[in-house]
C-alpha cells in the first residue's frame, strides 16, 4: 500500500483527482451541489478553456508519474 505523507504528494493526488472530474464533467457528467472541478482548478490558477486546462494537468501528470 501506498501512502501520501508530504504536502507535495497531497497536492498532486489532489490535482489527479480534479483531472478525473473535469474529464467527467467534459463528457456531461455535473456534481450537485458542490462547485465544479473547473471552477476549483480556476481558483488554483489554472487558466483557459476546459479543454486548456486539461492539457496542462496531463502535462502535470505526465511530471508526477511519467506516463501517459
Not at 480556476?42 to 486548456?52: A, N, P, V
Request: glycine share 8%; hydrophobic share 45%; net charge positive.
Amino acid at each position: 500500500m501506498t501512502m501520501l505523507t508530504t504536502p507535495t504528494q497531497i497536492e498532486g493526488a489532489r490535482l489527479l483527482t480534479l483531472r478525473s472530474m473535469l474529464m467527467l464533467e467534459m463528457i456531461g457528467m455535473k456534481r450537485s451541489r458542490a462547485p465544479s472541478a473547473y471552477s476549483m482548478l480556476k481558483t488554483m490558477g489554472f487558466k483557459g478553456t476546459r479543454g486548456q486546462v486539461l492539457a496542462e494537468l496531463d502535462a502535470v501528470r505526465k511530471e508526477l508519474i511519467g506516463k501517459e
